[in-house]
């Protein structure tokens, strides 16, 4: 019998069949395949990913290795997992800053856990592999950096500000320059040249993701932000009772006039989970999932109330780090992939382009 030669043509055909579960198209096609190697019947290959935090890593891998595998001719199989983060393709242009996408966490009422959510997806992304700033917008009360753990920035160079380094995220924040306690009262104008002076001013470094933590309420911060920074979508953290669903619309509708596209609602503090296992409904159920059913956007998660998301705020050690098994560890680190999907999916469609180069 005639032994079977496996060709690179014949690798491709398989790879063509295997999709992107959420790009839904194949991997060749979004050209996603690099280094591809084939000696005798050992092939081997990358699959670059849309994202390092790709929820779906494990099934992509395990769907590519699947079918080259079963060409006849094919002994054994390596697939190799890298990323690169496509651009949202939205002009940056006035201020020029190399970040290829801006998150923007935001929610109508103060104190629901915005700060606490865009830290410890931040930090997520970051542990992922990727490359990830936090922008503490809240420049009314700025708590970045005692959630970060970080009280001071590096020396400036040249005329550049350099943020603050923790957990693998680069961290600026208004906390930095004041001192603590300071009232921190901004007239329209300064406010608008201070968001922009974050941004200019910073030497930021090349970026895959921003995340960008917005004050209370649907003021002045994100307009000068959405101005000053195209972002690739904002994220809505709610409570699940009515009243914080009520401001929750706001913040919504916030985006909706800005031209922000919205990638979802989180419910955080959605409930405790008692010692026997039982959940306590502290602020009633499934008013996030309600609200984004209503609102024609994605539900992203749910957060439960864990004393220790308290203590990793005040202590500077973010719940992700210190609890990545606990419940509400779990619950952020999967927000943070999903958000990081759905900024794949946005960047891709809004580029039109395919995100890297074809077969090295
Ligand atoms: N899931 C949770 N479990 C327990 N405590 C939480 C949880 N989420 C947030 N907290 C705590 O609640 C408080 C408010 O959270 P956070 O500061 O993140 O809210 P915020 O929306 O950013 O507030 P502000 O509007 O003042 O900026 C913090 O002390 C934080 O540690
Ligand atoms: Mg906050």
Known sequence: MVKQV????????????????????????????????????????TVVLTT???PLKSQIEREARQAVAALPGVEAVEVKLDANVPNDGRPRGLIDLPIRNAIAVASGKG????????????VVLAQSGARVGLLDADIYGPNVPTMMGVLKLPAPVGNKLVPAM??????????????????LIWRGPMLHSAIRQFLSDVDWGELDYLVVDLPPGTGDAALSLAQSLPLS??????MPQQVSLDDAIRGLEMFRQLDVPIFG??????YLELPDGARMDIFGSGGGERLAAQA???FIGAIPIDPAVRTGGDSGEPVVVTQPESAAGRALAHIARDIAA???????????????????
């Open 111 to 122: 104190g629901v856990g915005k700060s606490t959510v865009a830290v410890n997806i931040a």
């Open 265 to 270: 609602v989180v419910e955080n503090m959605s």
């Open 166 to 183: 923790a957990y693998g995220v680069k961290v600026m924040s208004i906390g930095f320059l004041v001192k603590p306690g300071q009232p």
């Open 52 to 54: 390092p935090a790709c």
């Open 6 to 45: 496996v060709t690179e043509q014949d690798v491709l055909v398989a790879l063509g069949r295997v999709q992107e579960p959420e790009l839904h198209k194949d991997l060749v096609t979004l050209h996603m395949i690099r280094d591809l190697k084939i000696e005798g019947p050992q092939v081997s290959f």
């Open 342 to 360: 759905k900024v794949s999916v946005a960047a891709v469609q809004q580029s039109n382009i395919i995100p890297i180069n074809m077969i090295g």
């Open 233 to 238: 979508g904002g994220v809505i953290v709610t």
């Open 296 to 298: 024609g956007v994605p």
